[in-house]
Structures are given as structure tokens and as C-alpha cells.
């Protein structure tokens, strides 16, 4: 029995990395990460310039989750790329995030990677909650065609999408619309629950100080979204696109309900943010152990497998 898995026609040794935004931020995280039982990485989202992001207290873990309003805090384009360059033939996979503030500093962070020798993977942010005045792209299914069409006119390397969670079918249908009309090596559901409220009852006050406390939901409270997204674009996407899952992903059993629902990586964030790096090792054990108790000897055996009550 085995929890290899292939992506990209490469063998990671299980399906488990960390979502983008945890433990990603600087190269000793990375390679912390790197170092670690995870199958794979991706790095902290990058816009061009470095940003400070928003002021703190900007993520709070909570007993169900975790809140965040980090504000896309990283330290450049330059800085991820450089680091993904420097150690692209010592790592089976990489993932580098990227977006831009703008429009045309998407394209330009787009046309920068394209531009350069990185052979990994990149993964477009299109989901990013929490940058004041900026509305998530991926909501917006114009503007979201409007992006693929040109970055598509020029990006030749391997790109996945970054989602939000969907929460209407009439929305997985149009979004599944327009992606199965490029050349996607991959969809990532989901992205924090945007634009959530955790509030500290004795101080009568809100735990994160942007955006008056509204923040971005990590953890046990989006589990089953997380499951739904990852289940609706399986069974609406071209096979060509595979699926990550992200959300909600604790232990083992997370882990075998999000490649249940066709994940063929799971990604761990809040989890990962509190227990770090040792959780994958945690992770393999108790899915292995689950693939034992039920005579699976792959991860194909059950992937995409969920059944339903007919
Ligand atoms: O606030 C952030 O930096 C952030 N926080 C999130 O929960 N998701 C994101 O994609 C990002 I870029």
C-alpha cells in the first residue's frame, strides 16, 4: 500500500503540502517545509513589490479555525522566484503564488515568470480576501475570463487557479464554464471563507484589528464547503484539470474525504499554522492507516470515488 501520488508526471512521495500563506512567508520557512514529510510546497502569494500587509493583530487561531486579514504581506515576486530558481532541481515540485494588485501587474507578474527559467508550477491567486478596496477576481466571472484570455495568450508554463469557495451551483456551473475553456493544469478549492467574524466576548471586541474584524475563515468551519468545491469542479471539469483541495483539513480522515471528492493534492493551512511542519508525517500515518482498515492500496483506488445515495 502506498501514498504516492503523481502530479504533472512527477512522484511526490504523498499528496500533502501546505496552502499558500502558511509557513511560506521566508526562506527559512520554505525550507522548513521543504525539509519536512510534505509531498510538495508552494510559496507565500507575491506581488511584485513587497508588501507589508496590514497591521496586527491580523491572524488569530480560534477553537473551530482560524481568522485572518493578513493583507498580502510578502516579500516580492523577486524573492519567491529566486528562491524557487535557486532550488528548482532539488525539489520534486514546486508551486509559486502570484497575483498583482492591478490588472497589469498581473500580466507583468505572469509575463516575469514566463520570462524566466522556473520549471515548477505556478499558482494564480485569484481569491485573496482581504486587500481593502479590492474585490475578489475570481467573483467577478467577467473579469476572471478577461485574465485567462490574455495570460493564456502568452503563459506556456504549468498554472493552477487558486479559488474561492462557491456556495450557489448556478455559480460552479458558470465558473466551470469558463475554466474548461483553458488549458489549466489544475483548480485549488478552496481559499479562506471570505470575510468572516470572530468576536472575544469578554472584551465585547473583534480578535483581528483590519477591516474592523472581518477576516478570511480557516479550519473545521470550512471543511464541508471546502469538500462541496472541490466535489462540484471534479464532476464539472475536464479530466485534464486536476483538482487540489484545500480547507478544513486536520487529520487523516480530512485528508481521504478531500481525494474521496477528487482531490489529487490536499493542501494544509490552519492546521499546518498550528501544529507545523510534523503534522505531515501525522497526516500520512492516519491516512495510511484508514487506506489499511478499508483494502485500499492506492490513493486511484477511492479518488473521485464519493458515491451517492441513488
Ligand atoms: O490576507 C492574505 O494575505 C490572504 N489571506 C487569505 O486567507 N487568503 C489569501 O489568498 C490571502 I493573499
Not at 97 to 106: A, F, M, Q, T
Not at 177 to 204: M, W
Not at 260 to 283: K, M, N, Y
Amino acid at each position: 500500500m502506498t501514498v504516492e501520488t503523481s502530479f504533472l508526471g512527477i512522484t511526490l512521495a504523498n499528496p500533502l503540502m501546505n496552502a499558500s500563506g502558511v509557513h511560506c512567508m521566508t526562506v527559512a520557512e520554505m525550507d522548513e517545509l521543504a525539509q519536512s514529510a510534505a509531498g510538495a510546497f508552494v510559496t507565500k502569494t507575491a506581488t511584485r513589490d513587497y508588501r507589508a500587509g496590514n497591521p496586527q493583530p491580523r491572524y488569530v487561531d480560534v477553537p473551530l479555525g482560524s481568522i485572518n486579514s493578513m493583507g498580502l504581506p510578502n516579500e516580492g515576486l523577486a524573492y519567491y522566484l529566486d528562491y524557487c530558481l535557486a532550488r528548482q532541481n532539488q525539489q520534486a515540485l514546486q508551486f509559486l503564488s502570484v497575483v498583482g494588485l492591478s490588472y497589469d501587474e498581473i500580466v507583468e507578474n505572469l509575463r516575469t515568470i514566463e520570462a524566466s527559467d522556473y520549471q515548477g508550477v505556478t499558482e494564480f491567486n485569484l481569491s485573496c480576501p482581504n486587500v481593502p478596496g479590492k474585490p475578489q477576481i475570481a467573483y467577478d466571472f467577467e473579469l476572471t475570463e478577461r485574465l485567462l484570455t490574455e495570460v493564456f495568450s502568452f503563459f506556456t508554463k504549468p498554472l493552477g487557479l487558486k479559488l474561492p469557495p462557491y456556495f450557489d451551483i448556478a455559480h460552479f456551473d458558470q465558473m466551470a464554464a469558463i475554466l474548461n475553456r483553458f488549458p489549466l493544469t489544475y483548480v485549488n478549492c478552496v481559499n479562506s471563507i471570505g470575510n468572516g467574524l470572530y468576536i472575544d466576548v469578554d472584551k465585547e471586541q473583534v480578535v483581528i484589528k483590519p477591516k474592523g474584524g472581518f477576516g478570511g475563515l480557516g479550519g473545521d468551519y470550512i471543511k464541508p464547503t471546502a469538500l462541496a468545491n472541490v466535489r462540484a469542479f471534479h464532476q464539472r471539469l475536464n479530466p485534464s484539470i486536476k483538482i487540489i483541495g484545500t480547507g478544513g483539513v486536520r487529520t487523516g480522515q480530512d485528508v481521504f474525504e478531500h481525494i474521496l471528492c477528487g482531490a489529487s493534492l490536499v493542501q494544509v493551512g490552519t492546521a499546518l499554522h498550528q501544529e507545523g511542519v510534523g503534522i505531515f508525517e501525522r497526516l500520512v500515518a492516519e491516512l495510511e492507516a484508514i487506506m489499511e482498515a478499508k483494502g485500499y492500496t492506492c490513493l486511484e483506488d477511492f479518488q473521485g470515488k464519493l458515491r451517492e445515495i441513488n
